[in-house]
């Protein structure tokens, strides 16, 4: 069985860091297509990060220079750094699979949301 498990969430400062786990289980596959997404009350979730299979990352504009996507092939974990923390980036955060391979990160949170499996979601709270 397919499965996603976040963990990591809590809360923190501004300006402080967090760092997110996702462990995936149940696939055949490593260096999968994985991201990072993000739903703040009141609001659509938005992809927050990607990682194609051989490890190319994209980031949305309001996390780049903050955030880092990161993948441990061997374990089928993906991570995401979260550092100098804003209030704004206040959410449930998922992350999302496709269960396959991919190529081209600027495209990887385009295919998440159209086919992604997902987590359950882990709350981060950042306070001013």
């Known amino acids: 069985q397919v499965r996603l498990v976040e963990s990591g969430g809590g809360s923190a400062q501004a300006g402080g860091s967090l760092r997110l786990s996702c462990t995936a289980s149940?696939?055949?596959?490593?260096?999968?297509?994985m991201g990072w997404f993000r739903q703040a009350p009141g609001k659509e979730r938005k992809g927050v990060a990607g990682?194609?299979?051989?490890?190319?990352?994209y980031y949305d504009d309001s996390v780049k220079g903050r955030f880092t996507i990161s993948r441990d092939n061997a374990k089928n974990i993906l991570y995401l750094q979260m550092n100098s923390l804003e209030p704004e980036d206040t959410a449930m955060y998922y992350c999302?699979?496709?269960?396959?391979?991919?190529?081209?990160?600027?495209?990887?949170?385009?295919?998440?949301?159209?086919?992604?499996?997902w987590g359950q979601g882990t709350q981060v709270t950042v306070s001013s």
């Open positions: 149940g696939y055949s596959s490593t260096r999968l297509c």
């Open positions: 990682i194609d299979s051989p490890g190319n990352t």
């Open positions: 999302a699979s496709t269960g396959g391979l991919c190529y081209g990160a600027a495209s990887t949170l385009s295919w998440l949301a159209a086919s992604g499996v």
